[in-house]
């Protein structure tokens, strides 16, 4: 009867996170395990819209992104994701080979996100967890399977598929059966928290996460400090920030924490450089705005690229973006946008 009563097909919307205490570093590849826990914010207001379709009695999987068709025999991720899916639903007792001879199940993905993915805004978590929360939907998989599912697909992918401040746990084990995001605080915890992001560059990056990632494991030597010493207390500082609401002490974890992200980079050999001086510029003027408000209430983080996003207070909002502009001179279009969202 179960079996009757699977769907065909299922549409979801899943945001987007960025990440205030930073993954960087994975101890196996394959599974996509990370050396260190991590623990982000997830952006609500930028998503994928994704529908994933059960093609049954077809050859091969078939993905489209913003209506580009995806090469699938260039990334492991997506075949991955969908075999450990369909290994999870076998073991529920569905027998492709039964019903549908050795043909077997395959998967039709489109996905559009609201965003434009050449902003360097993690794009793929979105993707990914999209993909993983649609399966989900399709085959009634639990929460933690279908979590570990979308860090096949990307690391980050599984901080997308909850709401609000999420934690990634690294664990310990080599299956990674105990590598999976759970919730600190639901989205309600401090509704007054804004996240503004600033595109200077949308070149697609030079070396990109995975390889970068790779590179900081073979040779930074402050890699395992980091991940063994610092994050872990990094984390509960910021936990326990976010319960108090204690602004101030949330901002320069934050900050802090990009800036040793970057550190590791350039500590890498050959160094990986993601800021350009605009960057510099832009954590200069946070520097200088905090200074001038004579408190700290903006925090800026970077991720494998030179773009800024910032998180700060709503009621920061609009004093942040007119000093910003200032300084930047921003394009009006996109000044207007934001204070329609968020004033
Ligand atoms: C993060 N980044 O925590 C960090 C900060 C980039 C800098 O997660 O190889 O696309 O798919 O696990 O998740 C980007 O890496 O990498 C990332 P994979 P992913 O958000």
Request: proline share 3%; glycine share 6%; net charge negative.
């Amino acid at each position: 009867l179960a079996m009757l009563m699977e769907k065909n097909s299922v549409t979801v919307e899943v945001p987007i996170n960025i990440a205030l205490i930073k993954y960087w570093g994975k101890r196996d590849e394959e599974l996509i395990l990370p050396l260190n826990d991590s623990v982000s914010l997830t952006v609500d207001a930028l998503f994928a819209r994704t529908t994933v379709t059960v093609l049954k009695g077809a050859s091969e999987h078939e993905v489209s992104v913003n209506g580009k068709l995806q090469d699938l025999t260039k990334s492991s991720r997506y075949s991955r994701l969908f075999a450990e899916a369909l290994r999870q639903r076998r073991k529920r007792g569905h027998n492709e080979s039964e019903s549908n001879g050795s043909v077997g199940v395959h998967f039709k993905v489109t996905s559009e996100t609201n965003f434009p993915t050449c902003a360097g805004l993690a794009s793929s978590a979105a993707g990914f967890g999209a993909i993983a929360l649609a399966l989900q939907e399709l085959f009634s998989f639990d929460d933690v399977e279908a979590n570990r599912m979308a860090r096949l697909g990307s690391g980050s992918a599984c901080r997308s598929m909850l709401g609000g401040l999420v934690r990634w746990h690294a664990g310990e084990s080599d299956d990674g059966l105990d590598s999976y995001a759970t919730q600190l605080f639901d989205e309600s915890e401090w509704p007054s928290l804004r996240s503004i992001v600033f595109v200077f560059d949308d070149m697609e990056k030079k070396v990109g996460s995975t390889l970068g990632m790779r590179r900081s494991v073979e040779t930074s030597a402050l890699l395992p400090h980091r991940a063994l010493v610092v994050v872990p207390q990094r984390v509960e500082k910021l936990s326990k920030a976010f319960e108090e609401r204690d602004f101030e002490t949330l901002a320069t974890v934050i900050m802090q924490d990009s800036n040793q992200f970057h550190a590791i980079c350039l500590d890498s050999h050959p160094p990986l450089k993601y800021l350009s001086e605009s960057s510099w510029d832009f954590m200069v003027m946070v520097q200088e705005f905090n200074d001038s408000m004579g408190a700290v209430l903006a925090a800026y983080t970077f991720d494998a690229g030179p773009n800024a996003c910032v998180f700060l207070e709503k009621t920061s909002v609009a004093n942040f973006i007119k000093f910003a502009n200032e300084r930047f001179c921003l394009p009006q279009k996109g000044l207007d946008e934001v204070r329609e969202d968020y004033e």
